[in-house]
C-alpha cells in the first residue's frame, strides 16, 4: 500500500489566487513528520514547510500552509496568492521516526502534483 | 545555511562505461546520506542509505554490484553507477541526514541527470 496519496497529477490556477494540493498518508507510527517541497524543472527540491505529528497548529510558512487532518491522515497544502514562479512539480512526503515502520529516516515521497499558474 | 554540493549537475555518458557521482556537506557532517532516483514525471525512489564508515543500505531491486556507494567522510558520500546502459537514464539526488539545517533534517543536493547513449 502506498504511504503517500497525491490524487491530483495536475492542477491549474489562476494568478493570484489560492490553490490546495492534496496528500493523504498511511503509517501506525504516532511519531511522525510531514514535509511539502517544491521541485522546478531545474529538478533541484525545495523545502516548503514541515508539520509533527505532534503540533497542534497548522504549520504556515509564509504564503504556504498546511492543513493538518490527523484523524483523516491527510497534509494538504495551501499556496495563497498564486504566482507564475509557483509552476512547478509539488511533492508530499513523510517521515516516521520509530523503527515499527522499519524507517531508516529515509523520506517516503508521493507521485507529485504539478501545478501550473496561468497569467 | 546548510548545503550539498552535488556534481557533476548533468552528464552524458557511453553505454558500458562507469559514472561517478558525488555529494559533499559543506558546512556540516553528514553520518547518513539517502540516494534517490526519479525517472521522467515519476516520483524520488530511494535507492540506498550509507551511513559514515559502513556498508550502504540497499532497497530492494537496486543492484548494489551495479550502483556502488562509498561514504568514507562524514563530508562525502558518492554514487558510481558502473557499466552504464540507457537504462539507467534518470535523475539522481542525495539527501544529507543533518540535525543542524533547520529544514528538519535533510539538506538535498542540487541532482545530477545522467543521460547513457
Known amino acids: 500500500a502506498q504511504k503517500i496519496t497525491q490524487t491530483q497529477p495536475g492542477m491549474f490556477v489562476q494568478e493570484k489566487e489560492a490553490v490546495t494540493l492534496d496528500c493523504t498518508y498511511d503509517?501506525?507510527?504516532?511519531?511522525?513528520?510531514l514535509f511539502w517541497y517544491k521541485q522546478p524543472s531545474s529538478g533541484e527540491m525545495i523545502f516548503l514547510i514541515y508539520?509533527?505529528?505532534?503540533?497542534?497548529q497548522n504549520a504556515t510558512e509564509g504564503r504556504y500552509s498546511l492543513n493538518f487532518q490527523k484523524a483523516r491522515k491527510s497534509a494538504n497544502l495551501v499556496i495563497s496568492a498564486s504566482q507564475l514562479g509557483d509552476s512547478a512539480m509539488y511533492f508530499c512526503?513523510?517521515?516516521?521516526?520509530?523503527?515499527?515502520?522499519?524507517?531508516?529516516?529515509?523520506?517516503?515521497f508521493g507521485k507529485g502534483t504539478k501545478l501550473s499558474v496561468k497569467p | 545555511g546548510a548545503v550539498v554540493s552535488q556534481h557533476p549537475s548533468w552528464v552524458i555518458c557511453k553505454s558500458g562505461t562507469s559514472v561517478k557521482i558525488e555529494c559533499r556537506s559543506l558546512?556540516?557532517?553528514?553520518?547518513?546520506m539517502f540516494w534517490y532516483r526519479q525517472f521522467p514525471k515519476q516520483s524520488l525512489m530511494l535507492m540506498a542509505t550509507?551511513?559514515?564508515?559502513?556498508?550502504?543500505?540497499?532497497e530492494q531491486g537496486v543492484e548494489k554490484d551495479k550502483f556502488l556507494i562509498n561514504h568514507a567522510s562524514l563530508t562525502l558520500s558518492t554514487l558510481t553507477v558502473t557499466s552504464a546502459h540507457p537504462e539507467d537514464s534518470s535523475f539522481y539526488i542525495c539527501?544529507?541526514?543533518?540535525?543542524?539545517?533547520?529544514?528538519?533534517?535533510?539538506?538535498f543536493g542540487s541532482g545530477t541527470r545522467l543521460t547513457v547513449v
Open positions: 539527501s544529507a541526514n543533518n540535525r543542524v539545517t533547520s529544514n528538519y533534517g535533510y539538506t
Open positions: 503509517t501506525s507510527d504516532q511519531s511522525y513528520g
Open positions: 508539520q509533527g505529528s505532534y503540533d497542534e
Open positions: 512526503a513523510m517521515r516516521e521516526y520509530s523503527n515499527y515502520g522499519g524507517s531508516q529516516g529515509n523520506l517516503i
Open positions: 558546512d556540516f557532517q553528514a553520518t547518513t
Open positions: 550509507s551511513n559514515e564508515g559502513s556498508k550502504a543500505t540497499y
